[in-house]
Structures are given as structure tokens and as C-alpha cells.
């Protein structure tokens, strides 16, 4: 057999494809292929992303303006979002959030994090996440009418309380918590 | 410096570990992007060089967390074959080894921990470790997420977690996967229906070189589908759960076909083992396909005197960049299939236990 491309010299390279069912195949002599090492080292991947793009597109936005929205911190189009599967900044998530949380809901069954939280821009999130647990306590013993446990726990979500407080204030006004440069 | 395989100690390729005989390697890749950048869907080269430089100085505060020594190779400055040997160690992505104009890969002597940066994601960690250890890759992993994160601030929302680029990796960001060995059940013509069941429970599974390839020499990857909602220890006991499942199911495949039919097995295996230790020329397919017949054997005790790591060393080193990279040189087709044939008579020679009599 003659290589698909020069049609001169032997193939010896035999490639099959199956793109959506559909089969091709190609053959190519080594010098042909080693032309196109790039492409056939790297072949065209079935990822997920193409899987979540399908996702998008199947989603019908309710509102037809939708399409044209745009994430103000990068300029990011939600078409775009649909196309790729991929967000440009961490803002998208902010922005498109009304269009993202069903699909979240598809790829994801849930939308709400409870795993690990970074402790130095999470900080905060660790006291509102104690604080939470601390109340859900309170109504626990307050229900067994056990009236000491309940002021100990009261004490100590006041006390949390003013540290979340005291920590926005900070944040409000000492800007930038990280290492990295500013934009 | 230079990346050589073979010379460059590559930990999972060892073997060892936890049911080692089945599982190659448990990896735990974590997702993490920079609050103060674009992703690097639309990240400027100039802004993707920043962001390098920024990791450089992390690199030096990780070889000073006691995590061993690290250090920062630059896409750009590798050529395109140390680029291919990375992804056949399974190092970067084949994506990444694309990306010269803001790639860069962040690696510790002993290739246990890989940090992409500005692939999909800003930074993707990685923890690579023989057998099944994913708790051990998890404890390596946010350790080393710790350090970096002591540094650079991380996008980060309180309900969706860290903010990935694309949303199949939000909230934990974590892929937990490991590399199984399945030749009993593909045999037993198992493998595609248990396989097949894998979304039901939110994982999914692909080939030897992830997304989209296929599972050369009956290796699969397993992984967690799901990111969000669950923690980082539930996903792993999860997938730990369901890989030991698939680990029982491959044994009691393995023990029936040599019940059924040991001629054949045995026949199959020794086929392997004298091609392998005698054939002149061989493709990667092929080799790959005889390897794992030759493990095989040696897990049913067929070839007892054949150690088993060499198949993990051997389905790497006869990948063609590893092979060109030992040669020290471009190799076209027959010269690789010549080279490939030679490794696997040396290295099987070279693996053969000594015999007490």
C-alpha cells in the first residue's frame, strides 16, 4: 500500500479515527508521518470539556440576552463559556452564576464546597464554618433543656462573632491579603 | 539540567507499594489558580512569565520545607523530545508539552510531586506514588498545596471552593486516580461491562495516558468524576473502595481462567516471555501487549523467577521518546522497533532472580 500523502514511497504508518462513530483511517509513509509527529504524538482527545461544551449547548438560557453576557473583569463572553467549557477568570464564576448553578447541579449533584479551605484567604471561612456548628450545638441543647451547656455554647459564638467582625473590618480596610502582585 | 529517563529516578515506575501486583501507581492531582491573574484560558504570555516567576520563589521555599529538593523547568527550555519523556512518565499532560510560550513544570528528585504551571489551571499539583497509596498521595499533596498556598493567594469562593477553569474541576479540585492492571477481567471479557458501570458511581475511566487514549496493555485509569460537594477524604475512601472492588473482581477473573484453562494461560504467558526475550525487532504496541501477558505470568507464578517491576519500567522506557532519549538520539520507526526489542532483552535479562540450587 502507498502512502495516502506522496503517494510514492510504502505506508507504514496505519492510523485509525472513530470522531463521533464514524471511522477513517489513514496511511502514511514514515517520512509523511514524522511531517505530522506533532498531530499523531498528540492526537485530537475526546476530553471532558467537549463532554461539558455538549452539556451547554443542549441548556437552553431562559432569557435571550444571555448569549451577549460578559464577565466585566475579563471580558470573558458566556457564548464563549458554552463553546469551551472553560471560565477566564475567577470573577465568571460571580457573573455567570445564575446560568452556572444548574449546569453545577448536572456535572457536579452538588454546588455546595465542604472540603478544604486554604488558611490564610480562609480564615474567615473557618470561623463562619465553626460558627455554624457552634449554633446548630445551641439549638441541640437548648431543645434538651439543658440550660448550662447552651449558655457555655451562647459565650462562645459571641466571642466567634466578634472575631469574624473584627477580621472584616480589617479586610475592609487593609486590602490585599496576598503575595502576588496587584493588578 | 536534563531530564533522562532511565538515569532520572522516576519513584512510581519502581513498583512497590500496596497490591502492587494490580495497581501501578495512585495520583492525586490538585486544580489551584491565583486570584490575581486570569486563567490561562486568557492569560497573556507576559502575564503567564509573572506568574513563572512568582513559582520560582515558591520552588526555593518548597526545597526548604523539608519536602525534598525541587526545582522549576520552563517548557521553553526543554527540548520537544524532554517534553514527550515528561508526558510518558506521566509527568505533564501532553497538553502542557505544547505550551512553550507560558509552561513550566515544577518537579522533586525523585518525580514523586510534579507541579504544572499555567496548564489548564494556574498550578496543577500532582503526587505520584507506586501501588495503592492514594492517602499517602493526598497527605504529600496538601502539604505541598500548603506551602504554595503560604505564598500566592488562591482563588477562592466559601461555597464553590477553589475556582477552577472549567467547573468539572471546582470546589476541591481534586482528581484522585490510580493506574490498574486488568489483564484477568479484559480475558474474561469483564472488563468493558464492570467498566461501563463506572459513572453510575461517579467515576470515569480512560487509557494509560488519560483522556481519550486508549488502555494500552490492559492498563486503566480510574478516577473520581465528581469534585464538589463531597471532602478531599471522602472522594479518596470512595475511590478506594471501588478500586479494592475492582481488585477482588480481577483476582477471582485471574483464578478462574487458570482453573479453566491453565494450558492456555500458561501457553499464552511463555509465547509472551519467548518473544519478548528473543524477538529482533517489536512496535510499542506489541511489546505492550506481550508486557502485560509477561506480568501476568509472574503475578500467577508462571514465570517466578522474572521480577515484576519490570513490566512497570518496561511500558515506559519502550514508549518512543523514552527509547529515542536512551538512545541519545532521533530514531526513525525501525530503528526504534530495533532499539525497543534489544531494551526488552536486556532488561528482562537483567531482571531475572538469581536461582538458589
Given amino acids: ?183 | 539540567m536534563t531530564v533522562t529517563p532511565g538515569a532520572q529516578r522516576v519513584r512510581w515506575m519502581e513498583g512497590g507499594g500496596p497490591a502492587a501486583d494490580l495497581v501501578l501507581s495512585s495520583r492525586i492531582r490538585l486544580a489551584r489558580n491565583l486570584e490575581d491573574y486570569p486563567f490561562p484560558t486568557l492569560l497573556g504570555p507576559e502575564q503567564g512569565q509573572e506568574i513563572i516567576q512568582l513559582m520560582e520563589d515558591v520552588t526555593r521555599h518548597l526545597s526548604a520545607s523539608g519536602l525534598g529538593r525541587f526545582e522549576l523547568l520552563r517548557m521553553a527550555d526543554l527540548s520537544p523530545l524532554d517534553r514527550r519523556v515528561l508526558v510518558e512518565q506521566h509527568l505533564i499532560s501532553p497538553q502542557h508539552a505544547r505550551n512553550a510560550a507560558t509552561g513550566a513544570v515544577i518537579l522533586n528528585e525523585d518525580r514523586s510531586i510534579s507541579i504544572m504551571v499555567n496548564e489548564e489551571d494556574h498550578l496543577r499539583i500532582q503526587c505520584l506514588l507506586g501501588g495503592l497509596q492514594l492517602h499517602e498521595a493526598w497527605a504529600v499533596a496538601t502539604r505541598v498545596d500548603d506551602v504554595i498556598e503560604a505564598h500566592v493567594r488562591y482563588a477562592f469562593d466559601e461555597e464553590r471552593g477553589y475556582l477552577t477553569t472549567c467547573p468539572t474541576n471546582l470546589g476541591t479540585g481534586i482528581r484522585a486516580s490510580v493506574m490498574v492492571h486488568l489483564p484477568g477481567l479484559v480475558l474474561a471479557q469483564q472488563a468493558g461491562r464492570l467498566l461501563s458501570q463506572l459513572g453510575k458511581v461517579g467515576m470515569v475511566v480512560r487509557g494509560l495516558y488519560g483522556e481519550g487514549t486508549e488502555a494500552l496493555g490492559n492498563v486503566f485509569q480510574v478516577s473520581n468524576q465528581i469534585t464538589l460537594g463531597p471532602a478531599e477524604e471522602e472522594l479518596i475512601d470512595n475511590l478506594m473502595g471501588f478500586t479494592r472492588q475492582l481488585l477482588d473482581q480481577e483476582r477471582s477473573a485471574r483464578e478462574r481462567l487458570y482453573r479453566e484453562n491453565e494450558d492456555g494461560l500458561k501457553d499464552r504467558v511463555m509465547r509472551a516471555y519467548g518473544l519478548l526475550t528473543n524477538a529482533w525487532t517489536m512496535s510499542s504496541e506489541e511489546a505492550i501487549r506481550l508486557l502485560s501477558d509477561l506480568r501476568l505470568g509472574i503475578d500467577l507464578n508462571v514465570l517466578s523467577h522474572v521480577r515484576p517491576e519490570v513490566f512497570n519500567e518496561l511500558i515506559v522506557l519502550t514508549r518512543p521518546a523514552c527509547l529515542q532519549k536512551l538512545a541519545g538520539k532521533e530514531l526513525d520507526a525501525r530503528e526504534r522497533d530495533l532499539r525497543r526489542a534489544r531494551l526488552i532483552r536486556e532488561r528482562i535479562a537483567a531482571s531475572l532472580r538469581k536461582t538458589t540450587q
Fill in chain 1, 1 to 183: 500500500m502507498l502512502c495516502d500523502e506522496c503517494g510514492q514511497r510504502k505506508a507504514t504508518v496505519h492510523l485509525t479515527q472513530i470522531v463521533n462513530g464514524k471511522k477513517t483511517e489513514r496511511h502514511l509513509c514514515a517520512h509523511c508521518a514524522q511531517r505530522h509527529e506533532h498531530e499523531l504524538f498528540f492526537e485530537p482527545q475526546f476530553s471532558i470539556h467537549n463532554l461539558l461544551a455538549g452539556l451547554l449547548e443542549g441548556w437552553q438560557p431562559p432569557a435571550g440576552t444571555v448569549q451577549d453576557l460578559r464577565c466585566s473583569r475579563c471580558g470573558l463572553r458566556y457564548r464563549e463559556f458554552a463553546r469551551t467549557g472553560l471560565l477566564g477568570c475567577s470573577h465568571c464564576y460571580r457573573e455567570f452564576r445564575h446560568q452556572l448553578e444548574p449546569v453545577l447541579r448536572r456535572i457536579q449533584g452538588q454546588v455546595r464546597h465542604s472540603g478544604k479551605v486554604p488558611s490564610r484567604a480562609g480564615a474567615q471561612v473557618q470561623l463562619g464554618r465553626q460558627l455554624e456548628q457552634l449554633r446548630a450545638r445551641l439549638r441541640e441543647a437548648v431543645a434538651r433543656e439543658e440550660y448550662e451547656e447552651a449558655a457555655r455554647l451562647r459565650d462562645q459564638i459571641r466571642a466567634l462573632e466578634q472575631r469574624l467582625r473584627a477580621g472584616e473590618d480589617r479586610a475592609g480596610a487593609g486590602g490585599s491579603r496576598g503575595g502576588a502582585p496587584g493588578r
